[in-house]
């Protein structure tokens, strides 16, 4: 076929197509359903082979069999064919295909209408034609929403009908019948999507115009009603049509397209929807059988809207039609949650009205109490779970009606409201709202929920309790980031809480007692149905991650009761049908019982108490299932409980009666061979808690039964990497544990070790690795344990073969484990030097090495020196020579770790030693001078090093003879070595301060240039070696070196300001109540240099937020040092959005607060700061943008904010930026480029609603000119153009952004372009 595809050539004439085709479409009308089948599935591939010709032929035909009022029997086969090739149609040939049915399409609605027919038609039409009739405006309404669906945004001649669509469409919304009503409203919210911004609001307009005529429902309804005739309101023709069906149908269609096109919706439309919504959900009008006052009539509707109909139609509207309002106010908040928010207050409190609108009920408890944190006695009830249930099958037909819909729609929209606000929900804990009828008492949203899980209706009652249990994991959330604070005991100082400005919820008092009897009595309920179950356990899980979890003992206990009913199984085959010991069921609640011993929020003896009699018996039973989910948890279970009984305190009986059954119930699992791998690793974990914590407690034989089976599956391929995670847990525990005996297990366990390290898989090199190094510690002295004398020299041969610069993790493992064999094993110092020295050597001069392979290499050395493995001499020649061996010259990362590889094995030499080492040292350095540079530098910094180590003060005259080489390489022509001597006397400060540290501040106040520089550069090495040190404490120094900073703030010399910040943040972060006061005094401070001093002040707050100052004392100083960002100076701004940039990396709860009102606004601002200036260069000129530098930090923030903070954003009026951002230069593009693929999973609705903007700047990206560049200027072009279309293609897939008809647009302009193709295919193949 001509436009068929493959390597098929051949071409059918135009004729031959005809007749082929006219055969196919005269096999719809076949009698037998199969043909029709066929025929229709025949017409899927018609339509992408032949000729546009045909296909438009085909169409037309099936339109007009369609639109046949004759041919009703066959009208769904014809439709079907038609959706068919709207479906599939070439792309290509879609806005032909469009022109050809569009007209005929909306014709025929107009032709078939039966609104129209009545007000022609002076007759009446029989029911076989209306029904014929209806079925045509069905079909058309069907074909006209998947030709917008697909076609919508890109043909033209769907565009040029685009009003007289929306007309055809609106007019269906007053037809008779609801299926026509139901489908029109379909149909215009898929052309909401593609029409302009002018159309969408004449449609919102239209839509609430009609709406607005409505009186609503209930008491508010009726007093509409009345004010309407007092003051003589004329109703037109259109206004008297309007039923209340009409009106359902009305705010269907609007909620519909506020679903789909909400983030086009402005200020305006929302804020005259709501009240119109609110009008049919007035909270005067939400009753339940319980309040005193209710009057049946009050519920009902307009009189004149509902007459003519049953009081159940009546009332069957009036559900729909509030269930309509409520899926409207849900649709708003998740798609216009700024819009919203005026009224958000009025939805919620709507909302929690009708959750309880059940007026054919009474529930007969709220008489007196409607707090739900309050303390009730359940046990005082008049009537129990079992009672309120039971009820329900003594209704009577009258009584069980639809409100249930009402409750879950209500309730919908509280989880979207809960749901938007999950970066920020204390408002739902702490705003209340008089949500019941007539009653001064208020209620939270947290309250008002919890105090409905006694929802009779099933649907409803799930929705709540996952809707309230989704509100405490966005609370928990939240206080982890620090936005909230969760009250969890009561001692804590809440007022103190709330005086520093944090927002406090209080779980304490009762409300997670409140929570747990909710919970429990749907656990309890016999006929509660399995989700409620579920839902209840999901809560009470989520419960368990709170301060507090769920409560003390009399909650856990009775929290485990309920538990085990649902893991007990009864014999009996009634309860064995009983949904409660469900598999799923009994699933969630091991579950749940894990969390509850893991989470750490429960005092240990209590649940240790309660877990004991009460369910591991159970537990233990759970591991003989059958489903293997469950065997898996029950074992995950089990292997929590060793812990608990040390944490709980439990005594020797208690430990050897839970060990016993905990091996009784692990080992067969552990020694079956038929299982499923989850249930394996399960049960080598569990093993390897109950041998490392409760060994005891077991026998020797049960030990040794265990020891068996581990190595039985250490010799197992697929279960070889549990085991080594098993052997180093029970490694750990045996190294503080001198009872814990694994020589019967060694020899094997290393010679299987060993054999793994010479495997191919780096994972299996791994965890042998650690494994190994674990078990080596385990040994005793060489007397302790018989092992086998070649076992260790074939350990470290292997350990030696993959020590390598190529992978420094696995390098480090190796290393370690040699040192651990070293360590344990004396004796085995020959081995170490034979088979591990010399790869340690080539390593020691690796420009690669690093943290933490180099500590791993210096533990060793250290190791090997002091176990006299090798003699300290031999070992640092052989370091020394690594320079002379390396060749070429080294860098200074090779001199730096070669250094603090000497300093460290010299540290462990004899004192006689060390004396004489130095001493040569310094000799040498004398020597060598600038002639030899590398071994000038290396000694230099083996002095330093070896001083942080040392007091060097304490050897006779050293300290004074280094200072005096330090002085005089300051003044040495060779570059390297100076920055080696500043980096040597900082570190030699260390061990001894009041021989370096008086020298270097006395040098500082006297020097300038360079030397002051390289000065600054020992204090702040001196600074930084003092931070690594554990316990140490430079408080009394910090008076000394304070002065000196300060003085040297408004140095005009960049470099020596970006040291006095450094030095200045480290010792903010040691001593950050002396020095924080002074920055912030320095910063307010009005001096001539008060710019730079400034710009030191805010590098150095950077450094210390960088180095993990304390957030507490650095929180009241923020708003000072945030003020930075209103200086006029560029470069005191740049570093300040620098400063914000690492708080909100680091510490993001420094600025969420501060976020609105000091940084937003300037980020705003900064990030569209433009400030071009031409620089006259003789022959060309040359364009300098000074805002360049702000721009991108200020871009770097927000990128930083939608990772650590979202909630603190205001993510729409960003967009703007973001757009002009697409236009900015290279650097700037990029850097948003990801910026906006990272919003497309994060915030699409946002980016949805500006995709149009982004077109232009994205067109011009995607379609950069490669000029004459070439090399890596020509790849750089085309690394700009690819992120580009990872834009196109990440925002293209967002939902409704093809909908946006300027960006389909260039989406499909760039589809089909044949210079895109490659690049296209190139972003494929990345994925």
């Known amino acids: ?339 919203i928010q005026p009224h958000l207050d009025q939805i919620i409190h709507s909302s929690l009205a009708y959750m309880r609108f059940d007026p054919n009920y009474q529930y007969g408890d709220e008489g007196d109490d409607d707090e739900a944190m309050e303390e009730d006695d359940e046990d005082d009830e008049e009537f129990s779970e079992e009672d309120e249930y039971s009820e329900d099958d003594d209704m009577s037909d009258e009584e069980d009606d639809d409100n249930w819909k009402v409750r879950r729609s209500a309730i919908r929209t509280l989880t979207s409201v809960v749901e938007a606000t999950k970066h920020d929900p204390s408002k739902l804990w702490i705003a209340e709202y008089a949500w019941r009828k007539n009653s001064d008492k208020k209620a939270t949203v947290a309250g008002a929920l919890v105090n409905r899980f006694k929802e009779r209706e099933e649907n409803c009652r799930v929705d709540i309790i996952e809707c309230f249990t989704r509100l405490l994991s966005f609370t928990v959330s939240a206080a982890s980031a620090g936005v909230l604070v969760l009250a969890s005991s009561s001692s804590m100082d809440d007022d103190a809480l709330a005086a520093s400005g944090a927002v406090v919820v209080d779980l304490r008092s009762n409300v997670s007692s409140a929570i747990v009897k909710a919970s429990e009595k749907q656990l309890s309920a016999k006929k509660g149905g399995e989700r409620s179950k579920s839902s209840a356990i999901g809560l009470m899980s989520t419960l368990c991650l709170a301060p507090g979890g769920i409560g003390g003992s009399e909650q856990i206990t009775s929290v485990l009761t309920h538990v085990k009913s649902i893991l007990n199984v009864d014999d009996d085959s009634k309860m064995r049908r009983n949904s409660a010991n469900s598999k799923s069921l009994k699933l969630e609640a091991l579950c749940l019982v894990r969390i509850m011993v893991s989470c750490k929020k429960h005092d240990p003896t209590h649940i240790k108490n309660a877990l004991l009699p009460i369910l591991l018996p159970e537990i233990c039973q759970c591991v003989k299932e059958d489903w293997y989910k469950v065997i898996a948890e029950a074992l995950r279970v089990l292997l929590e409980i060793p812990n608990l009984m040390i944490l709980g305190s439990a005594s020797k009986p208690e430990m050897d009666e839970v060990a016993n059954s905990l091996y009784v119930a692990i080992e067969p699992r552990l020694a079956e061979h038929d299982l499923d791998q989850e249930i394996k690793e399960c049960a080598l974990s569990a093993s390897a808690s109950l041998l490392s914590v409760l060994h005891a407690s077991l026998s020797m034989e049960q030990k040794n039964r265990i020891f068996e089976l581990l190595l039985e599956r250490l010799k197992n391929e697929t279960t070889r990497i549990a085991a080594i995670k098993t052997l180093s847990k029970i490694g750990d525990a045996a190294q503080s544990n001198d009872d814990l005996d694994l020589s019967p297990i060694m020899n094997e366990t290393l010679g299987q070790l060993a054999l793994l390290l010479r495997q191919q898989s780096r994972r299996l090199k791994q965890t042998s690795l650690e494994c190994l190094d674990t078990m080596v510690l385990c040994l005793g002295s060489d007397d302790d344990v018989d092992m086998d004398d070649g076992l260790f020299d074939s350990v470290l041969k292997d350990l030696g073969d993959i020590i390598s610069e190529t992978d420094l993790h696995i390098c480090h493992l190796s290393l370690s484990a040699s040192n651990s064999i070293l360590k344990a094993r004396p004796s085995t110092g020959p081995s170490v030097k034979n088979h591990i020295l010399p790869a340690a050597l080539t390593l020691s001069k690796s420009p690669l090495l690093q943290n933490p392979a180099l500590s791993s290499l210096l533990v060793l050395l250290e190791e090997m020196t002091a176990s006299k493995a090798i003699t300290f001499d031999n070992l640092r020649d052989m370091l020394v020579e690594q320079i002379v061996f390396n060749g070429s010259k080294s860098s200074k990362q090779v001199i730096s770790n070669l250094a603090e590889c000497i300093a460290t094995i010299a540290a462990v030499a004899p004192p006689a030693k060390q004396n004489t080492f130095i001493k040569n040292t310094i000799s040498a350095i004398k020597k060598s001078g600038d002639d030899n540079a590398q071994t000038t530098q290396l000694n230099l910094l083996v002095s330093g090093d070896l001083g942080r180590k040392v007091d060097l003060s304490s050897m006779p005259g050293v300290a004074d003879s280094l200072q005096q080489i330090y002085d005089q390489a300051f003044g040495s022509s060779n570059e390297d070595i100076k920055h080696a001597a500043a980096l040597a006397l900082g570190r030699a400060s260390v061990g001894a301060i009041d021989a370096f540290l008086p020298g270097i501040l006395t040098a500082l106040e006297k020097s300038s240039g360079k030397k002051q520089y390289l000065l600054l550069s020992s204090l702040r090495e001196f600074i930084h070696c003092y931070r690594e040190m554990e316990g140490g404490n430079l408080s009394s120094s910090v008076p000394l070196i304070l002065p000196h ?261 260039f989406v499909d302009r760039i589809n089909n372009s044949s210079k895109h193709g490659p690049f296209l295919q190139a972003v494929e193949d990345e994925r």
């Open 1 to 339: 076929a001509s436009g068929g595809s493959g390597g098929n050539t051949s071409r059918i004439d135009s004729q031959t197509e005809r007749r082929i085709c006219s055969a196919v479409l005269s096999l719809l009308d076949d009698s037998s359903n199969d043909v029709q089948t066929v025929a229709v599935k025949t017409l899927s591939v018609l339509l992408i082979t032949v000729q546009e010709e045909q296909v438009v032929e085909i169409a037309e035909r099936l339109c007009t069999l369609v639109l046949d009022q004759s041919k009703s029997d066959l009208r769904d086969v014809y439709a079907i064919g038609l959706k068919t090739l709207v479906e599939t149609v070439p792309a290509s040939m879609g806005n032909i295909v469009s022109q050809r049915l569009i007209g005929r399409l909306v014709d025929g609605i107009h032709t078939n209408s039966t609104t129209q027919k009545k007000v022609k038609s002076t007759g009446v039409s029989s029911s076989a034609e209306d029904k014929n009739s209806e079925e045509i405006v069905l079909a058309c309404l069907n074909v006209l929403t998947d030709l917008l669906t697909r076609f919508g945004s890109t043909a033209n001649s769907i565009t040029l009908q685009h009003e007289p669509l929306l007309n055809v469409a609106l007019s269906q919304l007053a037809s008779p019948r609801p299926v026509v009503r139901k489908r029109a409203g379909t149909t215009i919210g898929v052309l909401a999507t593609v029409i302009s911004d002018t159309l969408l609001h004449r449609l919102v307009e239209r839509i609430l115009d009609q709406i607005d005529k409505a009186e609503g429902l209930g008491k508010s309804g009726k007093k509409r009603a009345r004010k309407a005739h007092t003051s003589d309101y004329q109703r037109t023709l259109s206004t008297s049509d309007l039923r209340s069906a009409d009106t359902r149908s009305l705010i269907r269609t609007m909620c519909t397209v506020s679903g789909t096109v909400g983030h086009r919706l402005n200020q305006g439309h929302i804020d005259r929807i709501v009240p119109i919504f609110l009008r049919f959900c007035d909270p005067e009008d939400a009753v339940t059988g319980d309040d005193e006052d209710y009057d049946s009539d009050e519920i009902g509707g307009d009189a004149d809207g509902m007459a003519g109909i049953s009081e159940e139609a009546a009332a069957a509207m009036q559900v729909e039609l509030r269930e309509s309002c409520f899926a409207g106010f849900e649709s708003f908040v998740l798609r216009c949650p700024a819009l």
């Open 1045 to 1305: 900073l300060e003085k040297n703030c408004g140095n005009d010399e960049e470099g020596v300001r970006s040291m006095v910040a450094e030095c200045l943040g480290s010792l903010a972060c040691l001593e950050p109540k002396m020095i924080l006061p002074v920055l912030q005094e320095l910063v307010t401070r009005d001096t001539p240099k008060k710019v730079v001093v400034r710009w030191t002040v805010g590098s150095a707050v950077k450094f210390a937020i960088g180095g993990h100052i304390s957030p507490n004392e650095l929180a009241p100083f923020m708003p000072t040092f945030l003020g930075l960002l209103q200086e006029d100076d560029l470069a005191v701004k740049n570093i300040a959005l620098l400063m914000v940039y690492s708080a909100v990396h680091h510490t993001p709860q420094l600025v969420v607060g501060l976020m609105k009102e000091q940084i937003l606004p300037q980020i705003y601002e900064l990030a569209q700061l433009n400030m071009e200036r031409r620089i006259d260069l003789g022959p060309f000129k040359h364009t300098v943008d000074d805002a360049l530098p702000l721009r991108k930090a200020a871009l770097s923030v927000f990128a930083t904010c939608l990772e650590k903070c979202p909630s603190s954003l205001d993510i729409p009026a960003f967009m703007p930026v973001v757009a002009k951002a697409l236009a900015d230069v290279e650097d700037v593009q990029l850097q948003t480029h990801t910026i906006v693929i990272s919003m497309c999973s994060r915030h699409p609705i946002p980016l949805v609603a500006a995709a149009d903007s982004f077109v232009a700047p994205l067109e011009k990206t995607v379609n950069k000119k490669k000029g004459q560049k070439t090399g890596t200027e020509l790849e750089r072009v085309y690394e700009w153009i690819k992120s580009g279309l990872r834009v196109m293609i990440a925002v293209s897939k967002l939902d409704g952004a093809m909908n946006n008809r300027k960006f389909a647009e």
